[in-house]
């Protein structure tokens, strides 16, 4: 299989612990997005990467959150110091070209972040 | 503030039971639609990009359609399998930050009774 690849998919911290997230896209796929949905909401745009890049973060929080898709191996989602309301599901995309055509991306099977 | 609206929340059909799904936006500039599929516990699977007014893109039992302010996804004499939310999503035309992400609409829950 192919497809878009996240780890872990269920994740449970404690607050104030931190909690990262993993992605691989799908082959030949060199651009990688997070989404994130909390309960009762829809998919929210949080970052736009490239190999060695980050393109468009404007969907980050401005605290605590920070990706990184680094030349060899997985792209990363890092959450420090994570707090309840942090609790949902992180899910990663990837297409095989560049973010703002229009062209369709391709969604993992989501990480799924408890906080206690 | 560009939005994406979904309608119903939520859809009960018998087996069969043919209706559609309703995906309207507010424009500035549409760089293409989206139609995914979710399943409880599993990411968005994709169904249909459409890119212009007009055009209508179909897959055995769905049928998506296009017009200059809201999208359609047509189910024909549906089956239990075809139960899930169907999430809409916007790609709008802006430049510069902002321009590489997907607006989402919060999806229609679609229950298809035997």
């Known amino acids: 299989n192919a497809g878009v690849m996240q780890n872990p998919r269920h994740l449970v911290r404690r607050r104030g612990q931190e909690a990262r997230l993993r992605c691989s896209p799908m082959?030949?796929?060199?651009?990688v997005y997070w989404y994130r949905q909390l309960p009762e909401e829809g998919l929210k745009f949080m970052v736009y990467?490239?190999?060695?890049?980050?393109?468009?973060e404007s969907g980050m929080p401005k605290e605590r959150f920070s990706a990184e898709f680094p030349k060899e191996g997985p792209s990363i989602l890092r959450i420090q110091q994570v707090v309840r309301g942090d609790s949902a599901a992180y899910f990663c995309a990837s297409s095989p070209t560049q973010g703002n055509t229009g062209n369709t991306i391709y969604f993992g099977e989501g990480s799924w972040l408890t906080v206690v | 503030e560009d939005q994406v609206t979904q309608s119903p929340e939520a859809l009960r059909l018998q087996e069969g039971e043919s209706s559609s799904l309703n995906c309207s936006y507010t424009?500035?500039?549409?760089?293409?639609l989206f139609w995914y599929r979710q399943d409880p516990g599993k990411g968005p699977e994709f169904l249909f990009t459409l890119y212009s007014a007009g055009e209508e893109k179909e897959k055995e039992r769905l049928k998506a359609t296009l017009t200059k302010k809201e999208s359609f996804l047509h189910i024909t004499a549906p089956k239990p399998e075809d139960s899930a939310t169907y999430l809409c999503?916007?790609?709008?035309?802006?430049?510069?930050?902002?321009?590489?992400?997907?607006?989402f609409g919060k999806g229609t829950k679609l229950s298809v009774i035997p």
């Open positions: 424009v500035s500039g549409l760089r293409g």
């Open positions: 082959k030949g796929h060199s651009h």
């Open positions: 990467l490239q190999k060695e890049n980050i393109i468009d």
């Open positions: 999503a916007v790609q709008f035309a802006y430049s510069g930050a902002g321009s590489y992400q997907l607006t």
